[in-house]
């Protein structure tokens, strides 16, 4: 494996280093190398445990050390974790043991700003390594860089700690890199079980997972906005750049704010969508739109001023949405768009040899009925889906433009 030092990590961190974090043209220039460097190949997909995912925390924690955050991990930047795996589908995996098991390390670096309130920044580090468990890909043994998922939400909270460094604000700033959470959240689990600052004093927290990916639309996904009743007006005031956002309630979801949420804190994760690159070799720095996470950043960076202000937010319970999530046996062979707000489920990418593509459906079409179901969201198409087993016929009902199309599936 690869011999490391501090020192070789700090010089690949150099482009970033010269940087001052103040304009748009910089922190283009400092996404790309915190992209490019965390979803290289020699990282091997960071997946928890290994020799990539140590690169990967020692390079975080470099970077928060030049930007001049104070280590609040357990030993400097690092907060160290130990799991021992489920040996059978009946158990859980146990986050915190001592003895055996995989460990993992989180990264924290912390801005002090005297407050009696802080306010948590993070996004996961970790990816799938070379595939196995979770991954979606079905040919030869490769890499999974993960340059999406999660290498641009780390890299967004690398540049908004450097952004916030500079400014006096009312609250104190925790910045957090997990990992482990692609294996069930076990960074941020851990963390908020064990964590560096009092959670009582915690103000909310923002989660980065999957921001790399703006569309042409420039829609972006904020969850959580029922965690407090701030945050509907606060996402408006701070939009400035006619990002269209597409907002969902719940706390609960299959990211790290989660474990935040069930903390009784209120919580927002920031998500571009998902795509057909999703968890396999082809999610790499080459596909990332740059430009788009600038964006992204300078609308955190608004955020966190509009809520500057604020006394201490809210908490509100949100209703628990994945307990009703329908079960299915079949799949039509899709990627949703999950950005999408209009009628129906528009399809944002399709598999090969699957049933929409035997039936001949694109990316870009939107399934309006499936059976004798009509689809009318996300929900109503999972439960449409949910009613149909292996060797079940419908007919699929689908937009592609303003044209009405319909074919046979078999599914």
């Known amino acids: ?91 859980q995996a146990v986050v915190g043991t001592d003895g055996e098991g995989v460990t993992g390390r989180n990264v924290a670096g912390y ?115 029922g965690t407090s009743p701030v945050w509907t007006d606060k996402l408006n005031a701070a939009n400035a750049d006619s990002l269209k956002l597409v907002t969902s309630e719940s706390g609960v979801g299959p990211s790290d704010h989660t474990s935040f949420y069930l903390q009784d804190l209120p919580v927002l994760h920031m998500f571009t969508g998902q795509h057909s690159d999703y968890h396999r070799p082809t999610d790499d720095a080459d596909k990332i739109n740059y430009e788009g996470m600038v964006t992204i950043v300078r609308f955190l960076e608004r955020l966190v001023e509009e809520l500057d202000s604020e006394e201490k937010l809210a908490f509100t319970k949100t209703k628990e949405e994945s307990g009703n999530s329908p079960r299915f046996s079949v799949s039509l062979g899709v990627v949703p768009d999950y950005l999408f707000d209009g009628k129906g489920m528009r399809i944002d990418g399709v598999t090969e040899g699957k049933p929409a593509q035997s039936a001949g459906l694109a990316k870009g079409d939107v399934v309006v009925k499936l059976g004798d179901s009509t689809i009318v969201d996300m929900m109503s198409y999972m439960r449409a889906l949910s009613s149909f087993k292996s060797g079940d016929q419908a007919v699929v009902e689908y937009k592609r433009g303003e044209e009405l199309k319909a074919a046979q599936i078999k599914f």
Request: charged share 20%.
């Open 1 to 91: 494996m690869y011999k490391t030092s501090f020192l070789l990590i700090i010089l690949a961190v150099f482009f970033t280093a010269c940087t001052d974090f103040t304009t748009d043209k910089e922190i283009l220039a400092s996404l790309k190398a915190d992209v490019g460097y965390l979803a290289d190949d020699k990282l091997e997909g960071r997946a928890i445990g290994t020799e990539g995912e140590k690169l990967a925390a020692e390079y975080i924690a470099a970077a928060f050390e030049r930007i001049g955050l104070v280590p609040k991990g357990t030993e400097g930047y690092f907060q160290p974790f130990t799991v021992k795996k489920a040996t059978n589908p009946h158990e």
């Open 111 to 225: 801005i002090d700003n005297g407050a009696s309130s802080t306010v948590v920044i993070g996004a996961h580090f970790d990816h799938l390594g070379y595939g196995s468990e979770g991954s979606l890909h079905r040919g030869e043994r490769a890499i999974h860089n993960g340059a999406d998922d999660n290498a641009s939400g780390t890299a967004t909270i690398i540049q908004l700690a450097g952004l916030l460094k500079e400014k006096s604000d009312n609250f104190n700033y925790l910045f957090l890199a997990f990992s482990g959470e692609e294996n069930g959240l076990w960074g941020s689990n851990y963390f908020s079980k064990n964590a560096t600052v009092d959670l009582a004093t915690v103000n909310y927290m923002i989660n980065l997972d999957m921001v790399g990916r703006l569309n042409d639309e420039n829609t972006l996904a904020v969850n959580g906005v």
